[in-house]
């Protein structure tokens, strides 16, 4: 009995087009990549430095190094053209925060405007302990309440046939 050919011949095939999708896919990850050319080493920390402080306003939960959204782009390109232009850190920063507010800033300073960022997750986890804490004392007095008369009488009698045994 031979072995089927068309079998290995498919298997084949596939194996080839996986290589060539990986292939293509592999350029198209390449091809994202930037690389701006600084003229000393110190402008290539600034920029490091602020791309990495400053947030994606698309994204919100990534800086605008690590975010691929085209906002992101233009805002590391106009990064880049304000330290070509000789603009400071901080020049750059307060253009930032004057254009889009201090939202843009991965850690915004703590000010009256952004007081609930840094104190809402605080009130938040506070108010949730005392919820639970409030909660589990409920349950705890609703699970044991007070002896009454008739309770009183009842829990007598129960140790009195505990301690002498059942008469019967």
Known sequence: MQPDNTAYQRAYLMKQLAII???MLSCTVSA???YRKFANPEQQAVFENLTSELR????QNQTIADSNAE???????QVYEMLEQGKSKQDIVQF????YGDFV???P???AKTGLLWLGPVLFLLTGLVAVFLFARRKKSAASPEPGNEQAEKLAKIR????KGDPS
């Open 21 to 23: 999708f990986l292939l």
């Open 32 to 34: 994202s990549t930037e």
């Open 56 to 59: 994606c306003l698309v994204c």
């Open 71 to 77: 906002l992101a782009a233009d805002l590391r390109r």
């Open 96 to 99: 930032m925060t004057d254009r």
């Open 105 to 107: 800033l991965y850690n």
């Open 109 to 111: 300073p703590f000010k």
């Open 160 to 163: 009195n046939l505990l301690e």
